[in-house]
């Protein structure tokens, strides 16, 4: 070794939160490195006349905190390294140092490999703190979070929650923010500043929404939010949803649920599904939130029906999800570059390609049309088919050969109905004339299951508008001529102004 370092925990408050051992440590050393001078216990010890020497100026040289705490960790192994030998570097950090301390985490990586020694002793923690004025046990469930990386995704209520660093206003509106992503507006959480220090100590009681507006956030505060058993909170949280299908599951559930199979319940896949579409076309928010969620319950059974057999459960779909959408994006989670959509489609394609060679299907269906699902709507399938003959240049030249054959199609089609050929035969010669007319969706750039479905909705709504004018009247679609019907349809034209 060629150089050591101690590091000491200056407590969370003033001289009384210091440790015998630490403060021997502090009369004894030559020079103390202090993290900030920013902290009460260096007011009480000013009668030591201890030689301290700190890092606020990189604080102040820096734009960032992970460059202000990387410069400290260097600084701290290139003066160990020079040291005399024999010659201790002391380290002293506020709190404990394994507690919210980054600097001691980046020593505890480097000091290793750079050949210094590196000795942690403790201290009192804001936790310590926290804990006694608070008034809270922390075997009941409890997180600490900080305040620098802040996500609602972390958020348990029914852990007691403390979340650190909250240096300003700035940063306690951030924490708010995704505090209220989780927890009602004016649910009661505690901003503190320098508990357990004589003379600054602060306990404000505060609805969240309220909490950015508390004054006096500095180095010595926290935000504090009570565990809570609220089920209504409960209902937002995925855990939740996975518990309350198992439920249904069980044999103390629902009887019309513990009797499904994945057989039994594969429509309801299906119909749900269009259902989502519905509300998409309709653009209607809040009915495509209840939709998403009965689409949601689908995948929800189907994945405890497998974790029931010991297969799978919906956090290993979960995972197989991540892992897909990590790999085939290369261009974000990796060094692959794309510009556009068209470059980002053909890394997705090209990762899918590896990732069937790692799982050795490659081999399994060497197919250009592999890979489109079998139960897939006809229009569809009939889309993805003619795309994947395309790439591999089985093609038309242009949009109007295309054309062309619906119309040699139309032309068989009567052929085969004037000649009386068997329904069979007319039904086939009917699907070649599909099968042309999506070859002119896709040289349109037009996708066919789109355009029908617009159709389809356009003829519903002309077609309700004549029912509603003879409703007028007091007359119904069974009681009216086709002329009748025909000038409500071409009033409807104008009137509605589909297209």
Not at 137 to 149: K, M, N, R, S, T
Not at 352 to 379: C, F, H, M, V, Y
Not at 480 to 498: H, I, N, P, R, T
Request: glycine letters at 6%; charged letters at 30%; proline letters at 4%.
């Amino acid at each position: 070794m060629s150089g050591a370092i101690t590091v000491v925990g200056l407590g969370s408050g003033g001289e009384d939160q210091l440790t015998l051992g630490i403060l021997k440590k502090l009369k004894q050393a030559k020079r103390i490195y202090a993290r900030t001078l920013d902290h009460p216990v260096f007011h009480d010890l000013t009668d030591l006349q201890l030689t301290i020497a700190s890092f606020d100026n990189i604080y102040e040289a820096k734009s960032s905190f992970p460059e202000v705490y990387d410069a400290i960790t260097e600084e701290l192994i290139h003066l160990a390294a020079g040291a005399a030998a024999g010659e201790e570097i002391v380290y002293a950090v506020p709190g404990h140092p394994m507690v919210a301390e980054a600097t001691v985490r980046l020593l505890k990586e480097r000091c290793p490999e750079r050949g210094i020694e590196l000795t942690v002793l403790g201290g009192e923690s804001f936790l310590d703190e926290a804990f006694t004025r608070l008034g809270f046990d922390p075997i009941e469930g409890f997180q600490l979070l900080d305040a620098g990386v802040i996500d609602a995704s972390l958020f348990h209520p029914q852990l007691h929650t403390v979340i650190g660093q909250v240096y300003d206003m700035f940063t306690a509106s951030d924490v708010k923010l995704s505090l209220m992503e989780v927890y009602p507006d004016d649910t009661l959480v505690y901003a503190c500043h320098a508990l357990g220090v004589e003379g600054q100590e602060q306990i404000h009681e505060v609805p969240l929404y309220e909490l950015d507006r508390v004054e006096g956030y500095g180095n010595l505060s926290l935000i504090y939010v009570p565990r809570r058993d609220d089920e209504q909170l409960r209902r937002r949280t995925f855990s939740r949803l996975h518990e309350i299908v198992a439920i249904l599951r069980s044999p103390e559930g629902c009887p019309w649920d513990r009797e499904q199979t994945h057989t039994s319940i594969r429509k309801n896949l299906i119909e749900e599904t269009y259902e989502v579409l519905e509300t998409i076309d309709d653009d209607d928010p809040e009915h495509m939130k209840e939709e998403l969620g009965d689409l949601l319950l689908q995948i929800m059974l189907h994945s405890q029906m497998e974790e029931e057999l010991g297969s799978f459960n919906v956090y290993d779909v979960i995972e197989t999800l991540n892992d897909k959408l990590i790999f085939r994006h290369p261009h974000v989670f990796g060094d692959n570059q794309a510009e556009d959509a068209d470059e980002a489609l053909a890394n997705w394609e090209a990762m899918k390609l590896q990732e069937k060679k790692r799982k050795g299907q490659e081999n399994e269906d060497t197919s250009a049309l592999a890979g489109i699902p079998r139960d897939l709507p006809a229009l569809m399938k009939s889309y993805k088919l003619q795309k994947k003959a395309a790439k591999v240049g089985f093609d038309w030249d242009d949009v109007s050969g295309v054309i062309a054959k619906v119309e040699e199609e139309l032309a068989e089609l009567k052929e085969s109905i004037a000649e009386g050929q068997s329904p069979q035969e007319q039904m086939l010669e009917l699907g070649d004339i599909l099968f042309a007319s999506v070859n002119i969706a896709r040289f349109i750039d037009a996708d066919p299951e789109e355009a029908l479905s617009a159709v389809n909705r356009k003829f519903s709504r002309r077609f309700r508008y004549i029912e509603e004018r003879l409703a007028e009247q007091g007359r119904t679609v069974h009681d009216s001529s086709l002329d009748e019907m025909e000038g409500y349809w071409q009033e409807a034209k104008q009137v509605l102004k589909d297209y």
